[in-house]
């Protein structure tokens, strides 16, 4: 399902920084949390910030203490701020919205990517 819109990705030299948005659809309700997945070449996706409709937040740990996940008030928009960027965070970013229908089953949307080169 793509009915998120992701923008902010391009190549940055290393240590360089890079700021993520993605835009949830009016189409999509009650979101419970968004979050981003960035995917290697030839890698699964890997989890690297989620935020919860409350602000509780969770980062892998190879990001921790460089990225900084963060949404609109209303809660439709989730950003990343990626600083200290390494070589090894070159990938195509996806962002993700989790939410609950109306008949309480689980639903997930997902972005197109973005990519985020990092040149050494």
């Known amino acids: 399902q793509v009915q998120l819109v992701e923008s902010g990705g391009g190549l940055v030299q290393a240590g360089g920084s890079l700021r993520l948005s993605c835009a949830a659809s009016?189409?999509?309700?009650?979101?419970?949390?968004m979050g981003w997945y960035r995917q290697a070449p030839g890698k699964q996706r890997d989890l690297v910030a989620t935020i919860t409709s409350r602000g509780s937040t969770n980062y892998a740990d190879s990001v921790k203490g460089r990225f900084t996940i963060s949404t609109n008030s209303a809660k439709n928009t989730v950003f990343l701020q990626m600083n200290s960027l390494k070589p090894e965070d070159t990938a195509v970013y996806y962002c993700?919205?989790?939410?609950?229908?109306?008949?309480?089953?689980?639903?997930?949307?997902w972005g197109q990517g973005t990519q985020v080169t990092v040149s050494s």
């Open positions: 993700n919205a989790d939410t609950i229908t109306s008949g309480g089953s689980l639903l997930a949307y």
């Open positions: 009016r189409s999509i309700r009650s979101i419970n949390a």
